[in-house]
């Protein structure tokens, strides 16, 4: 299997596995599971078209290493996916209200 198409099927695998978990466990979201959902599939899906970009580029054109891009773009898409899950997928709106008074 390519390294794309591994990605890929990873990628997908691991969206629907961790979003229950992250939504209960580590983020304790009281919000709305339907908008939750959207957003949390829209934010992977963002991450997934800049892995799928930075393998195209700097693997295809460039020529670098596919393991040695993935590890890299592993740890950079972890931090923006916590970033985007954290104050926008799952915010803390009690945090938010709180704030605003």
Same mark, same amino acid.
């Given at each position: 299997m390519g390294p794309k198409t591994a990605m890929?099927? $990873?990628y997908v695998t691991g969206v629907l596995q961790t979003y229950f978990f992250n939504r209960q466990w580590t983020f304790r979201h009281q919000g709305n599971?339907?908008?939750? $959902?959207?957003? +949390?599939? #829209?934010?992977? #899906?963002?991450? +997934?078209?800049?892995? $799928?970009v930075a393998l195209m580029g700097l693997v295809?054109?460039?020529?670098?290493?596919?393991q040695a891009v993935q590890a890299g773009m592993i740890i950079?898409?972890?931090a923006l996916l916590f970033l985007l899950q954290r104050y926008w997928v799952f915010p803390n709106t009690s945090a938010t209200m709180t704030e605003a008074n």
């Open positions: 890929s099927v $990873l599971a339907g908008a939750s $959902l959207i957003r +949390y599939v #829209t934010a992977y #899906t963002l991450g +997934y078209f800049v892995n $799928l295809d054109h460039i020529g670098l290493p596919h950079s898409i972890a």
